[in-house]
Structure formats: structure tokens, C-alpha cells
């Protein structure tokens, strides 16, 4: 009977295309195959928040890559201290 791991690499692609970022995060520990699919999308939009947490991923994208060849969009959220009527022009 056929596995995951039989899926070709496209359609491996496609399934990690619609996963949220906690699942990717998880699946890039999975396995060699599964790591770079999980990688390009977990990376492919940053929100950086200006704390500690944007430290981390610039350290990530300086050492990892693939995952800073795979960002197509930063988001700059200084201190999250936006409100939702803010971020909205309401």
C-alpha cells in the first residue's frame, strides 16, 4: 500500500503550501524530504514584530538559505501594539 512518502515532490509541495506555520514548523523536523517543502512556505511571508522573536529569524535566514531565498514578504509590526481599528484605517 502506498505512503505519504510515495507522493511525488509536487504534490508534497501543494500539501505543505496549505498548512498553517505550526504545522510547517513540525514537519520541517519530519524528514530530508519533507524539510525544504515545509521551509519555503513557512518563510515565504515574515511578520517581524521588532522583539526577540525577529532576532531569531534573522539568524535563521543568515545561517539556513533556503529559507531566506524563500521570503517573498516581510511585514513590519513594531511592538504589536497596533490595534485592530488601526490596522483596518476604522
Known amino acids: 500500500m502506498p505512503t505519504i512518502t510515495d507522493l ?3 504534490l508534497l509541495d501543494e500539501i505543505a503550501h496549505l498548512l498553517p506555520k505550526g504545522t510547517l514548523s513540525s514537519l520541517c523536523t519530519v524528514s530530508n524530504r ?3 517543502r515545509a521551509t519555503r512556505w ?3 511571508c515574515l511578520a517581524l514584530a521588532g522583539n526577540g522573536e525577529t532576532i531569531n529569524i ?3 535566514l543568515i545561517s539556513n538559505k533556503l529559507a531566506a ?3 517573498r514578504k516581510v ?3 513594531p511592538g504589536l ?4 481599528l488601526s490596522l483596518t484605517g476604522g
Do not use: G, N
Request: aromatic share 18%.
Open 8 to 10: 511525488p515532490d509536487e
Open 34 to 36: 519533507f524539510q525544504p
Open 42 to 44: 513557512l518563510y515565504r
Open 58 to 60: 534573522c539568524k535563521v
Open 69 to 71: 531565498i524563500s521570503v
Open 75 to 77: 511585514l513590519l509590526w
Open 81 to 84: 501594539a497596533f490595534s485592530r
